[in-house]
């Protein structure tokens, strides 16, 4: 045990707080900068008095598709007493998301989907709007935003993605025809050829980054789809085939999302009428989907975040709570 606010390791024990169940939580105080603290300081359930269990069940029964009335109903509370809590648990999203590790090689696929918040507004001018990005092979879910379908939303997810995605030696960025993940994506990962690498027949000087290859799956007036490059590639960067290129993997889990997170199904969801309430939900199944709930498509009682290197076993949604990030968790 050390004190959350200097790290110091001297610490004084100092009675007890107790939670509405009853349970007693041990307090202590720190002999260096005199603060007190317990053990959830710093975790989502940090001055809660509700017991983690309750909060646990409820996300649980959220993740999977219940909506935040319904929520509020079966566990006695209002609902808005519910969205605090998901709140808390989004609010320590960036300390459940770690980057790639460096030199991995990993194929990230960038897809949208929609979900009507708030008035009935065109979709061009509705803020329901998520872009969103997987890892194929491991299915980990790097980065969701939810908002209005427009350049900051893409230059925002593609930051976001390219931070996760850059310590990679081998990297494959495959869209749908959006053409923005593209031109996103060029301002932060374009690179000039130096004398050496620059062939006089290669034709380009300016090119992506070494190991990066850029396509996207365009769709055609008649219904047929083609495979697009997006720009001149490194010469030393092989290229995939043209069937490798598509986001599939994220129709699927679109497909997913749709069916446990009720802000996407129930489109007249008054919860889901902020662009904050879409990103609250978002951050939490984000959660959830990669450290928690084993994924169908990997081998037996594997998460995404196992299959990433992060973790070695599945971790519950109590861990989440009780828990500073992923760094703390034996594991
Ligand atoms: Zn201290």
């Given at each position: 045990?050390?004190?959350?606010?200097?790290?110091?390791?001297?610490i004084l024990?100092?009675?007890?707080d107790s939670?509405?169940?009853g349970?007693?939580?041990?307090?202590?105080?720190?002999?260096?900068c005199?603060?007190?603290f317990n053990e959830?300081?710093g975790?989502?359930m940090?001055r809660?008095?509700?017991a983690?269990?309750?909060?646990?069940y409820a996300?649980?029964a959220?993740?999977e598709?219940?909506?935040?009335?319904a929520?509020?109903?079966?566990?006695g509370k209002?609902?808005?007493?519910?969205?605090?809590?998901?709140?808390?648990l989004?609010?320590?999203?960036?300390?459940?998301?770690?980057?790639?590790?460096?030199?991995s090689?990993?194929?990230?696929?960038?897809d949208?989907?929609?979900?009507?918040v708030?008035?009935?507004?065109?979709p061009?001018q509705?803020q329901g709007?998520?872009?969103?990005?997987?890892?194929?092979?491991s299915?980990y879910?790097?980065t969701?935003?939810?908002?209005?379908?427009?350049a900051?939303?893409f230059?925002?997810?593609?930051?976001?993605?390219?931070e996760w995605v850059?310590?990679c030696?081998?990297?494959?960025w495959?869209?749908?025809?959006e053409?923005?993940?593209g031109?996103e994506?060029?301002k932060l990962?374009n690179?000039?050829?130096?004398g050496e690498?620059c062939h006089?027949d290669?034709?380009h000087r300016?090119?992506?980054?070494?190991?990066?290859?850029?396509?996207?799956?365009?769709?055609?007036?008649?219904?047929?789809?083609?495979?697009?490059?997006v720009?001149a590639?490194?010469?030393?960067?092989?290229?995939?085939?043209g069937?490798?290129?598509?986001?599939?993997?994220?129709?699927?889990h679109?497909?997913?999302?749709?069916?446990r997170?009720?802000?996407?199904r129930?489109?007249?969801s008054?919860?889901?009428?902020?662009r904050s309430g879409?990103?609250?939900?978002l951050?939490?199944?984000r959660?959830?989907h990669n450290?928690?709930?084993?994924?169908?498509?990997l081998?037996?009682?594997?998460?995404?975040?196992?299959?990433?290197?992060f973790?070695?076993?599945?971790l519950?949604?109590l861990?989440l709570?009780?828990n500073?990030g992923?760094?703390?968790?034996?594991c």
């Amino acid at each position: 045990m050390e004190c959350p606010y200097c790290l110091s390791e001297k610490i004084l024990k100092r009675g007890f707080d107790s939670l509405q169940d009853g349970t007693l939580v041990q307090r202590y105080q720190c002999k260096d900068c005199n603060r007190r603290f317990n053990e959830r300081t710093g975790t989502p359930m940090a001055r809660l008095r509700t017991a983690s269990s309750v909060v646990s069940y409820a996300i649980k029964a959220r993740t999977e598709g219940m909506g935040i009335r319904a929520a509020g109903r079966t566990f006695g509370k209002s609902h808005t007493t519910i969205m605090r809590w998901e709140k808390r648990l989004a609010d320590q999203a960036q300390n459940w998301s770690p980057p790639a590790p460096a030199a991995s090689d990993v194929t990230v696929e960038g897809d949208e989907v929609y979900t009507r918040v708030g008035k009935n507004l065109p979709p061009s001018q509705s803020q329901g709007w998520t872009i969103h990005f997987l890892e194929r092979e491991s299915r980990y879910w790097l980065t969701a935003q939810a908002g209005l379908k427009d350049a900051q939303l893409f230059a925002n997810g593609v930051y976001s993605a390219w931070e996760w995605v850059k310590a990679c030696d081998g990297i494959r960025w495959f869209t749908d025809g959006e053409r923005r993940y593209g031109q996103e994506l060029w301002k932060l990962a374009n690179v000039y050829l130096n004398g050496e690498e620059c062939h006089p027949d290669y034709g380009h000087r300016k090119v992506w980054r070494e190991g990066l290859e850029v396509a996207m799956k365009v769709k055609g007036s008649q219904g047929n789809r083609r495979v697009e490059w997006v720009k001149a590639e490194h010469p030393f960067t092989a290229i995939s085939l043209g069937s490798e290129v598509h986001a599939n993997h994220n129709e699927a889990h679109n497909a997913a999302l749709r069916r446990r997170c009720s802000a996407y199904r129930r489109r007249q969801s008054l919860y889901a009428k902020k662009r904050s309430g879409l990103q609250r939900v978002l951050d939490v199944q984000r959660l959830i989907h990669n450290w928690v709930r084993p994924h169908w498509g990997l081998s037996k009682q594997t998460t995404p975040a196992m299959e990433m290197g992060f973790c070695s076993r599945p971790l519950s949604t109590l861990e989440l709570l009780t828990n500073k990030g992923f760094r703390y968790v034996p594991c």
